[in-house]
Nanobody, 123 residues
Framework: QVQLVESGGRLVQVGESLRLSCIVS????????TGWFRQAPGKEREFVAG????????RYSDSVKGRFTVYRDNTVNQVYLQMTNLRPDDTAVYYC????????????????WGQGTQVTVSS
């Protein structure tokens, strides 16, 4: 069992930066790929970024590539999503997720989910 707790979401202005954090805890949490998804009002949840436990392998959706960075600090069991140059269409609830399979994570079917944190980008 893995537990995920996100934090860091808030209201920001267009062009600003924001960092989301996700605490990963539970048995053998070091074996899991972790990633971030988001769900905007009226839209389906979508994959944003993912990372292997080592951090050597990362993946991004085309919509955030070059603006968002996913990284991990395994000394404190946390995963981060650094977001820069935020736009109104980045407004969504952001979820941290984990799975032992990187492909399953990217496919949108990870085993574990956090509760979500709201990011609102105002113009």
């Amino acid at each position: 069992q893995v537990q995920l707790v996100e934090s860091g979401g808030r209201l920001v202005q267009v062009g600003e930066s924001l960092r989301l954090s996700c605490i990963v805890s539970g048995r053998a949490s070091e074996e899991y790929y972790t990633g971030w998804f988001r769900q905007a009002p009226g839209k389906e949840r979508e994959f944003v970024a993912g990372s292997s436990w080592s951090g050597l392998t990362t993946r991004y959706s085309d919509s955030v590539k070059g603006r968002f960075t996913v990284y991990r600090d395994n000394t404190v069991n946390q995963v981060y999503l650094q977001m820069t140059n935020l736009r109104p269409d980045d407004t969504a609830v952001y979820y941290c997720a984990a799975d032992t399979s990187g492909s399953q994570l990217r496919a949108g079917s990870p085993t574990y989910w956090g509760q979500g944190t709201q990011v609102t980008v105002s113009s």
